[in-house]
């Protein structure tokens, strides 16, 4: 066997995993759920094709009303995480030592240790009404009823931000971890002041490791199921809900195919537009965080 031929071969083998891991997980279920949102139920057990889950999405003013309000708060849960994020990476990144990055990594791991589940439950231990918080608040005589933190956007917006702050954090330290300290030096030796540095220099060189968080947070947020559920209850209504009634509740699966691939052409609408907004391509902006 030529030399060629063998590196050939183990190209194929080295991207075998990937490729199945590819059509098995994305590319077949996203296929299958294509292919059962355009059956469209005209009789029992009798199926036609066509656009009627599409409209009847478009037709309810509740389920593009939802889609909209989880849009808007996955921008505001991705822009907090951003805003949060960064000075904590910058900080990783730039200032701390070789050991305090350690500590500082494994502490933003903390909440991935435990599901979505058992982070809702907690903050739920903390905000309910005989909670944590409330209780030590009616203790330290600072208030003198019980008071409900949960059920309300602040309270998820808060889950949510907790939950995905670390997929801001990981690309923006990768970025600038490889930003020359040379290049903030001279932005300072050139009479520029803290704001100017950041806003000219550093923000600029960290663009790829932003663009990258917020697709990352946005995308988990706008998927979110669990968090929003049991900490918006009721008053918080989400698209995911959405999709699980249609699937679960109301064995819609028509329906429910339809509204996921709703959910996913519109958040690619959104990365599409940011990326645009951003000057930033998807190429780039993977391959500098």
């Given amino acids: 066997m030529k030399q060629n031929d063998i590196k050939r071969l183990s190209l194929y083998l080295l991207f075998a995993p990937f490729a199945l891991w590819i059509a098995l997980l994305i590319i077949l279920p996203h296929a299958g759920m294509l292919y059962i949102s355009l059956r469209e139920k005209v009789a029992p057990r009798v199926y036609e094709f066509g656009l009627g889950n599409y409209i009847n999405f478009f037709n309810e003013p509740i389920y593009w009303n939802t889609l909209i309000r989880t849009g808007s708060m996955s921008l505001l849960v991705t822009v907090l995480a951003l805003l949060l994020g960064f000075p904590i990476a910058y900080y990783i990144a730039k200032i701390a030592g070789y050991r305090t990055r350690g500590a500082l990594f494994l502490m933003c791991l903390i909440p991935l240790w435990v599901s979505d589940l058992i982070r809702a439950f907690g903050w739920i231990l903390l905000l309910r009404e005989t909670g944590i918080i409330s209780s030590s608040l009616q203790w330290a005589g600072v208030i003198s ?136 391509t998807l190429s780039s902006t993977v391959a500098r965080s």
Avoid: H
């Avoid at 979110?224 to 995911?240: E, M």
């Avoid at 509204?259 to 990326?275: E, K």
């Fill in 145 to 280: 009823t019980p008071i409900e933190f949960l059920y309300n956007d602040a309270t998820v917006i808060v889950g949510l931000v907790y939950t995905v702050i670390l997929f801001m954090i990981v690309p923006l330290v990768s970025t600038l971890d490889g930003m020359d300290d040379s290049m903030i030096e001279a932005g300072y030796n050139l009479g520029g002041n803290g704001p100017t540095v950041l806003r000219r220099i550093i923000i600029p060189y960290a663009m790829p490791g932003i663009v990258s968080g917020c697709i990352v947070v946005f995308m988990l947020t706008a998927g979110s199921y669990l968090t929003p559920i049991l900490l918006g209850g009721k008053n918080s209504s989400w698209f995911t809900e959405q999709i699980y009634d249609q699937f679960i509740t109301r064995y819609n699966w028509e329906s429910g195919a339809a509204f996921g691939f709703v959910l996913l052409a519109f958040t690619s609408l959104v990365i599409w537009i940011g990326l645009k907004l951003s000057g930033q």
